[in-house]
């Protein structure tokens, strides 16, 4: 049995197949989260039969690994329903539609095509931080249960299609059909989302969105511009209003524009946020530490108050939770949608509100171009052993308060500068990496300040 105890990130459980985990190691972490949910439900000792969605998004272990967190599960006592090759969004879909206790969606996202990983989901929400930590420990000290699951083994994958795309149809409100490309990056996404779109009237070219999990022409991730270069010139080529991609198992997006610009999630999150607010003005909106001070500050202006949470879309649910949020978003791309749907991160609804949104307010474009603060941005991910990582933040962490002392450490370091200048270095929950990101109002500024941090952290590296 392979299990390595750094699989257990902040929000979910990621590495390499066959090296960090096997089939084995992922029956241990399966039977774990079932004893875990019983626990948490009290509902041990009980006649009560958990159910459980488990789902994938197609990754080339998921044949080895899905009947292993099946029979993990029934292990644990669970009834276990297997819901198909479908994305992400549609796994917390299907886990609110039908009212399961507890979701596995088998992904690792934009990972590299080696890798693979778990997200969880319970009756509260997602499962992350200290509760990860939690079915670490069962792993380590599993009790044998007298109570044995069910696994049915229905095909729910074409039903929950079917459900899903109507949802998301009436979540989103009426507007003209479009000419768009859309980039799945051999993903998941590209099995099911340009169906929908073709479905509400918008006109769609598809690029790479055959599922081919080795991922050949680019990674699925639509965070790095590098990956939508090929985006960007289908845009021109094809003269589209828009093109859109989508990251590996479709729960983020970036948008480029007719002209090839390339809108961040800062920008797409603040269009989300004024169509928003015009229908619940004054609303709480969550976004997170490595999201810019000019989104912050815009949002403000447009009436809005900005809850910051810890970068994860599990800790940004959480605090959508927390201060009753209906909108909530990270600067990679996941946006959680609360109005007229479940709260999560779904990247098909996104990208269709963005759509609805600009042809509500066309002035919105202006704001998040001619009129977005032209300031210089450095973003870098420094690698970093992950049993050292942590440590390394924790020295600078206390250097940079000294220096700053009203800087803020709800995730990492953050300081802001006046004139919209902000840094921070954090460490990434999903690869052993330390991630810096600065704007700066001039080159001049922006040297220093990577002098300053990225130097801190060399000499601790």
Avoid at 165 to 173: F, N, P, T
Avoid at 194 to 200: E, G, H, N
Avoid at 396 to 405: A, G, M, N, R, Y
């Amino acid at each position: 049995m392979i299990l390595n105890d750094a699989i257990f990130r902040a929000y979910d459980i990621r590495g390499e197949s066959f090296v960090d985990f096997d089939e084995d190691g992922l029956f241990i972490v399966a039977q774990a989260f079932g004893q875990y949910l019983y626990k948490k439900f009290d509902a041990q000792g009980t006649e009560l039969r958990l159910r459980v969605l488990v789902t994938g998004d197609g990754r080339q272990s998921q044949p080895e690994f899905a009947p292993a967190l099946e029979a993990g599960l029934e292990a644990a006592g669970c009834d276990v329903v297997w819901g198909g090759t479908v994305p992400t969004p549609i796994n917390f879909f299907a886990f609110r539609d039908r009212n399961f206790d507890g979701a596995i969606q088998l992904s690792a996202s934009h990972n590299p095509a080696s890798d693979n990983g778990l997200k969880l989901t319970d009756r509260f929400g997602a499962v992350c931080g200290e509760e990860i930590q939690k079915i670490k420990e069962i792993c380590n000290s599993l009790n044998p249960t007298e109570r044995k699951g069910v696994v049915e083994r229905e095909d729910m994958e074409s039903e929950l299609l079917i459900t899903y795309a109507k949802k998301i149809k009436e979540s989103v409100l009426p507007h003209q059909g479009r000419s768009l490309v859309l980039d799945a990056g051999n993903g998941i996404a590209g099995m099911v989302y340009p169906q929908i779109y073709r479905s509400l009237g918008h006109q769609v070219d598809e690029l790479f969105c055959d599922l081919d999990t080795t991922f050949p022409n680019h990674q699925p991730d639509p965070e790095r511009p590098e990956n939508l270069q090929d985006l960007v010139s289908r845009v021109k080529e094809v003269g589209a209003h828009f093109g859109i991609g989508f990251d590996g198992d479709g729960d983020r997006l970036g948008i480029v524009l007719s002209d090839g610009m390339i809108l961040n999630a800062d920008k797409i999150l603040f269009i989300l946020a004024a169509d928003f607010l015009s229908r619940n003005p004054g609303a709480a909106i969550v976004v997170d530490a490595m999201s810019s001070a000019t989104l912050a500050e815009k949002i403000r202006a447009i009436g809005g108050q900005v809850i910051r949470s810890k970068t994860g879309h599990s800790f940004i649910e959480e605090a959508m939770h927390k201060h009753d949020s209906l909108l909530g978003g990270e600067q990679s791309g996941h946006i959680m949608l609360g109005e007229d749907f479940y709260g999560h991160d779904d990247a098909c609804l996104a990208g269709l509100r963005f759509l609805a949104a600009v042809e509500r307010f066309p002035a919105l474009l202006a704001e998040v171009t001619v009129k977005w603060p032209d300031l210089l941005e450095f973003s870098e991910k420094i690698d970093a052993p992950d049993d050292q990582k942590f440590d390394i933040l924790e020295k600078i962490t206390k250097q940079l308060v000294q220096k700053f002392p009203t800087a803020d450490t709800i995730d990492g370091v953050r300081i802001d500068w006046p004139n919209g200048e902000w840094a921070i270095v954090r460490c990434s929950n999903t690869s052993p990496k330390i991630a810096v990101r600065i704007e700066a109002r001039d080159e001049e500024s922006l040297e220093e300040k990577k002098e300053l941090l990225v130097g801190m952290l060399e000499k601790l590296i």
